[in-house]
């Protein structure tokens, strides 16, 4: 009986674990219109053709280029964002978890 409420309590566990970590699909294919960065340090939020808004936080340098890239290009991709909103800057963005098909 006890090995049973472990297994359950386990399995409990892993999900909601996973569901803290769910991410929003911006739709596919989504550019980038606009992109707001900051002087400081402060993450760059950008907004979706979807009119999503995700944010980049700067140490995140890959993602950040990525980002500014697909800005000036004008290509596609499927972007992924994290489930919460978050306030950056006066703007209710979500983290960005994942760009992907670029087109």
């Not at 290009?73 to 670029?102: F, M, P, Q």
């Amino acid at each position: 009986m006890n090995k049973v409420i472990k297994r359950i309590c386990v399995l409990a566990l892993l999900a909601l674990s996973s569901a803290a970590y769910a991410w929003t699909p911006a739709g596919e294919p989504v550019s980038i219109k606009e992109v707001i960065v900051w002087q400081d340090a402060s993450p760059i939020v950008v907004k979706l053709s979807n009119g999503l808004y995700c944010h980049v936080m700067p140490e995140e340098k890959n993602l950040y280029a990525l980002v500014l890239t697909l800005y000036a290009s004008g290509k596609t991709a499927s972007i992924y964002c994290y489930d919460t909103v978050e306030d950056k800057s006066g703007y209710s963005s979500r983290r960005l978890h994942r760009i992907g098909g670029l087109s």
